[in-house]
Every structure is written in structure tokens, then in C-alpha cells.
């Protein structure tokens, strides 16, 4: 026993004795290795290749506070995105942005590259439907690369595959795996608080987690075959992507629509032909309806800027605000110029519009106190209490259209809109309408049958059930 336990001890002395002693040199663990002439080729797998290629081309996408007074306390929601032109254009999930559409003004979108540049950027236009949105950076002279586009058709289930994004604020995170299936479909709840179904979609087991959604899926030459979107819970190694052929289609077909604009609305859809942007379509009582546009008038500046295309006239559009008038300059019939003007609509405006014929404005203390006091008395008449809030704004019926459920109803400008019955626990409450987003939402909610409005008019409530169009 006593011998077999003295020789780990001399090994241990052996090894606890200055290795100098022994005539050998202390191990060289932290020097620079020799490297083999081939060694860079052996590492730079098809993946690394494929990574070097599109990298650069995948954005970090941040959703700030539009008040918060530094952008470190402003982050509200984050995701990628992937630039698709030289000019700045990007593409991304739309509930990746989805606070910035459905409460215009309230939030800001800031990109990062992977080289730390940052740029503020623009939705300009953006689909629920599809779950696409299209950004503009506002690059200010600088360069980006755009990704080079492949083709979902033909992919191979097992193929490798290349998940390239921001998860969990990670930026530029690469994850790999294999195309496990396509033609998949999910349901999800969106920012707006409706479920929705994608469907065709590509499944991967490259891990995409929360931040990843907007990004790119590369295969394994580095060619952007699918926009991340989606991910399953509460199992592992399931991600889904939109197909890149999806995604192209949608791009011309409905992003670069005039209704899907994420700014304003003016309800004229403009199209290319042979390289001039060509009105193809104008919506009845639209803001271009009353500017006086019609079907096949050429397009040839917005604001004074140039327009050639479809993507011209979204970009002119994008930093113009509800309410704001919209220069127009086109030539109708291949030779008279006409100079029009059309005030812009908020996209809640273009839906209550489409929805009930009310065309609506927003009426606070600053622009009309006395309205605002009479309708906060009406909403709270026979409520026991003393003092009562002050509504702050109430919705003022600029014109009911003609032909319309507004009309029918009776509605006249000059009308204000208290508020809406919801039904409840109790059976029915009124809500205070105070914005135009809180009335779409109502509308939206009861699409296909009626809201029960409460209406004042010279100081007296009215009471009357809207029908509401499904659109």
C-alpha cells in the first residue's frame, strides 16, 4: 500500500520542480503559432464564404421612442432587415415596425450596419398581409451594399441554409442548419392584435429567435433566398422565412403601391411605363380624386421632386404628414401640364373613410377649447363625481360622402363624435373616441356590422348605429 502510494507523489514532485531545472522551456501556449500556407483556405468553409458575402448587407433595426431624449433609453422594440438597393431601400418584417405604422408619430426607426454606421430611416410602405414593410435609410451621401437576391424556387430540402440577424439585440448573429420543409404555414398575433396566417412558407432548423425576425436566409453561395419571420415556441430548432420569390412579388406588386404607403394616403395609384410614373388608378372621394387626377395622367414631380416610377412617388411621399398639402405636377393627355394639390390623409383617416364615408379631423383644447369642454360634459353626464378629466381631443365629422353609411345614418360636418358603445361584463359602456387610430380600431373590430356611436351636435347628444364596411 505504502509503495503504491509514493510514486503519484513523485510524480507530483516531478512535475511541481522549475522546468528550467530540467533544461526544458516553459510552454509557448500564448505565442503565435506558424501558420500553414493553406490553413485560411481549410477554415473558409462554403458557410464562411457565404457569410463574407451577405454580411454586410443585414441591418440591426431599432423601434425608439420618438421623445425619449437619448437613444439608449429609447428602445422599444428591435429586429433585422436586409438592403436590397444601393439607394438605402431595405426590407423587413412588418411587425418588426408595426408600432411605428399603427401609432404614426409616436416612434422612430433607427438602422445599424454591421460596420457601427447608423442611420435613421422611413418606412415607406408596409403589408400586415404579407408581413413585409420597406424601409429608406436616410444614408446622406454614404454607401451600402445591397444582398444579392437568389431564387426560393428549386430549393432542396436538406440543403444548408445561413440565418444572419439580431437576436435578442445580438447583432450580426450567424446560425446554420438545413432547409427542413416549405409550403408551411403559421398563425400568429400581430402588433394590431389580430391573428394571422402566413402561409408557403420555408422551415429551417438554423436557430432564429426573437430579433431575427427581418432578416436574411442565405443558401450556401451567400444569395438571399428568405426574409426571417417567425420562430416556434416552446420547441427548438423550427424556424420559419418568407420565400425571396414571395418576397419580390410583393415588393413590386404591393410595397411599392400607393395603398400601402405607410405615411400618408392620397389614393392614387401610380405604376411604371416604359421609365414615367403613370396614375393607373384613382379611389373614388380620395384625396387625388379631389385634387382632380385622373386614370392614365403622367406623374413627373411630387413636392418638386422628380418622379420616374412607382418608388420615386413612395419615396416623396414618406416624410409628408397627415394634413399636408401635396404638389403634384402632371401632364395629362401627352401635352397639357397641370399644377394639383391634394391634402395627405393619415392611413387611419383612408380607413374610416373606406369603412363608413366619415371623413374626420381631430379637434384638441388648443384648436377649439368650448367644443372640447361641451362634448367632455356630454360624455360624462350623469356620472357621479365632481370634477371630471377633460376629454383632451374629440373627433369633428369634416363631411359625410355621398352614397355612404355616414350618409344614410345622417351625419353632417360639424358633428362631434363622442364616443362608441362597447359591449362588456356588464352589458355596455361608452369609450371616449379621442383620436383617429382609436376610431379605425373600433371600426376595424366591428367590421361587417354596427358601432353604436354617441354624437354631438349644437351641444345636444344624438345616438345612432354606423354600419361598418369589411374591406
Request: glycine share 8%; hydrophobic share 45%.
Amino acid at each position: 500500500m505504502t509503495a503504491h502510494r509514493s510514486v503519484p507523489l513523485a510524480i507530483c514532485l516531478a512535475l511541481g520542480a522549475p522546468l528550467t531545472a530540467q533544461g526544458l522551456k516553459p510552454p509557448t501556449l500564448l505565442e503565435n503559432a506558424p501558420a500553414e500556407a493553406d490553413e485560411l483556405d481549410i477554415r473558409t468553409t462554403p458557410v464562411v464564404r457565404a457569410v463574407q458575402r451577405a454580411a454586410d448587407s443585414v441591418v440591426s433595426i431599432y423601434v425608439l421612442d420618438a421623445n425619449a431624449p437619448r437613444d439608449d433609453q429609447a428602445v422599444e422594440g428591435q429586429g433585422s432587415g436586409v438592403i436590397v438597393d444601393e439607394s438605402g431601400l431595405a426590407i423587413t418584417n412588418w411587425h418588426v415596425i408595426g408600432p411605428v405604422v399603427l401609432q404614426p408619430g409616436r416612434h422612430r426607426v433607427q438602422v445599424r450596419l454591421r460596420d457601427e454606421r447608423r442611420f435613421a430611416a422611413a418606412v415607406l410602405s408596409s403589408s400586415a398581409e404579407h408581413d413585409l414593410a420597406l424601409l429608406q435609410l436616410e444614408l446622406g451621401g454614404q454607401k451600402v451594399k445591397p444582398v444579392t437576391a437568389g431564387r426560393s424556387e428549386g430549393l432542396m430540402i436538406g440543403e444548408t441554409v445561413v440565418a444572419i440577424g439580431n437576436p435578442e439585440g445580438q447583432a450580426n448573429t450567424v446560425t446554420t442548419g438545413v432547409l427542413s420543409a416549405i409550403d408551411r404555414f403559421i398563425s400568429v398575433r400581430a402588433p394590431d392584435g389580430q391573428v394571422r396566417r402566413y402561409t408557403g412558407l420555408l422551415q429551417t432548423d438554423a436557430a432564429i429567435n426573437r430579433g431575427n425576425s427581418g432578416g436574411a436566409l442565405l443558401d450556401i453561395t451567400g444569395k438571399l433566398v428568405g426574409i426571417n419571420n417567425a420562430m416556434a415556441v416552446g420547441v427548438e430548432n423550427i424556424g420559419f422565412a418568407i420565400p425571396v420569390d414571395t418576397v419580390k412579388r410583393v415588393f413590386q406588386d404591393v410595397l411599392l403601391s400607393a395603398d400601402n404607403l405607410a405615411s400618408v394616403w392620397l389614393g392614387a395609384r401610380v405604376e411604371d411605363v416604359n421609365g414615367v410614373a403613370v396614375i393607373t388608378a384613382v379611389a373614388p372621394a380620395s384625396p387625388a380624386d379631389r385634387a382632380g387626377l385622373r386614370r392614365g395622367d403622367r406623374l413627373s414631380k411630387v413636392r418638386g421632386q422628380d418622379v420616374r416610377s412607382a418608388l420615386d412617388y413612395a419615396r416623396a411621399l414618406a416624410s409628408v404628414r397627415p394634413g399636408q398639402d401635396v404638389s403634384l405636377s402632371v401632364t395629362r393627355d401627352g401635352e397639357r401640364a397641370l399644377e394639383l394639390s391634394a391634402r395627405a390623409m393619415s392611413n387611419a383617416e383612408r380607413e374610416i373613410l373606406a369603412r363608413t364615408g366619415l371623413e374626420l379631423e381631430t379637434v384638441d383644447e388648443a384648436t377649439d377649447k368650448e367644443i372640447v369642454r361641451k362634448a367632455t360634459l356630454l360624455f360624462y353626464q350623469g356620472a357621479r363625481r365632481g370634477r371630471v378629466p377633460s376629454l383632451g381631443t374629440v373627433l369633428r365629422v369634416r363631411e359625410a360622402h355621398q352614397d355612404s353609411p355616414a350618409q344614410d345614418l345622417g351625419f353632417q360636418s360639424g358633428d362631434v363624435i363622442v364616443a362608441a358603445r362597447v359591449p362588456d361584463y356588464f352589458g355596455s359602456r361608452n369609450v371616449a373616441l379621442r383620436s383617429l387610430e382609436e376610431f379605425a380600431d373600433a371600426s376595424r373590430q366591428l367590421a361587417g356590422s354596427r358601432l353604436f356611436l354617441v354624437v354631438m351636435r349644437d351641444g345636444e347628444a344624438l345616438e345612432g348605429e354606423l354600419d361598418v364596411k369589411r374591406l
